[in-house]
């Protein structure tokens, strides 16, 4: 499956658009993660568990978007766009969307 941002695959011509996919993941961040940010947002630096859940999630959610386009029979997802958002009372989830045409290609 090709998954680009842009909206065309050089070389490529788009046969046909069957509609529009998405791929969701919420997350939670764990108790010691959020102890090891809180450190690092007092002395300063990255958080490396946060990054890696947010990686996670962001192949997840393309992967997820892949599997709804090869079920509609596509063979590429042009135009995708993905989100962040944080969630919940305390900030504790976070949520990664992808979206994007699917279609096929010649």
Request: net charge negative; aromatic share 8%; no cysteine.
């Amino acid at each position: 499956m090709i998954i680009t941002t842009t909206p065309s695959v050089e070389g490529r011509t788009v046969y046909e658009y069957k509609g529009i996919v998405f791929g969701e993941v919420v997350s939670g961040v764990d108790f010691v993660r959020d102890i090891g940010a809180g450190l690092r947002n007092f002395f300063g630096g990255r958080s490396a568990g946060y990054e890696e859940e947010l990686q996670n999630a962001r192949q997840e959610a393309l992967a997820e978007m892949s599997r709804r386009a090869e079920a509609l029979g596509a063979d590429a997802v042009i135009g995708v766009d993905v989100d962040y958002e944080v969630l919940g009372s305390d900030n504790g989830m976070l949520m990664v969307s992808v979206s994007g045409t699917a279609v096929t290609l010649r």
